[in-house]
């Protein structure tokens, strides 16, 4: 096993908790095949002719993560520098950009209707034009349309494995819409839709956004990429600019490491902090964490572990950036730790997160 340790803590009883968790990830390493290809993504799950690959994959790394303690870093294993596909932890990074867009004054209200900003198609319908950012954001907007070739109809009565009370119904089936705010639903195309809406909103290519307004701010590297598919080139203001997906669900998406994913963690862990000043307000990241009505499980694309629906054994207070495969980043702001854990199989997710908090009571 890849694992390194760091120096003060060998000999002493969190080496040994440490040492059990990773090799407990390791021992329950994601079944999907290491060179991915056309198995990446989760397109396979999508009724025809919508279940194809859209955008670039690529093979993934073994089993990977990394444990920091306030500016420390406790141990890393597999390959933490290697970047890697993230799917729907994108999605995280959408509601980060959707943070800076609000610190600038582009964003000022979520709850007003992204129409009133955004010259994005997809906002001039009856249904849609009242849909508003915070919607979007939480996965209540019961937008409708296709983005890039793909129906939102495809991820309706969709099920993932965190969400408590899954649809009985097949995915993809016509469900009926309801009231944009009414009811929640995790679906990939509307995340889509939301990021075509940042696009037109900041007028530049999102990841050059994220590279300059957060990347670099948090710590991170310049090893990373965001990739579109090969048919969501649009045009913005005079500019041909490739539109970004919140995840990997058709290809695409952010390959990234998992030190820098940690980076990120630590700067939401310390309310928009990076090591050289302020990445995102406050007032931003209080609103990521703001359970949703409907799903109060859910923040701003971000995933909370209040009365401990997600993970049973993991503090309260807990909250993820989630991603199949499956792509962890643990924020645990009671223990002040951020801990990135990539490719385990998600139903001993939980213990490993048990095993970890127990390393972490122990130092």
Known sequence: ???????????????????????????????????????????????????RLLGPTSPRGP??????????????????????????????????????????GLLPDPDEPVALRSRAPGFDTPHNRPITWTQLLQQTSEWEGSVFGVPDQVDRYRAVAYQPVKPTQPKGGPRPLQTPGTYWEYN????????????????RPLPDVFRSAIMRPSGASEDWQWLGYD?????????????????????????????????IGRMLLRGGLGPDGRVLSQDWVDRMLQPCPLAPFYGYLTWLNRNRVIYPDVS?????????????TWMSPRQEAVVVVRWIESEYANGFFQRIEAALAAL
């Open 316 to 328: 309260e207070d807990s909250y993820f950036a989630l991603g199949a495969g499956s792509s962890i």
């Open 231 to 263: 048919n969501a080139w649009v045009d913005v203001a005079g500019a041909r600019i490739q539109s970004v997906p919140g995840g990997s669900h058709w290809g695409g998406g952010i390959l990234i490491s998992s030190v820098d994913q940690a980076r």
């Open 1 to 51: 096993m890849d694992l390194e340790i760091s120096p003060d803590l060998r000999g002493t009883r969190a080496e040994a908790l440490l040492r059990d968790a990773v090799a407990h990830a390791v021992a329950h390493e994601s079944k999907w095949d290491r060179a991915m290809g056309d198995r990446a993504g989760i397109h396979h799950l999508d009724p025809p002719p919508w279940n």
């Open 188 to 203: 990939d195309v509307r995340i889509n839709q939301l990021s075509l809406a940042l696009l037109h909103l900041f007028g």
């Open 63 to 104: 089993a990977t993560g990394v444990v920091l303690h306030g500016d420390r870093t406790l141990c890393s294993w597999g390959e933490p520098l290697r970047p890697d596909m993230t799917f729907s932890v994108a999605k995280t990074y959408l509601a980060l950009l959707a943070g800076v867009a609000f610190d600038r």
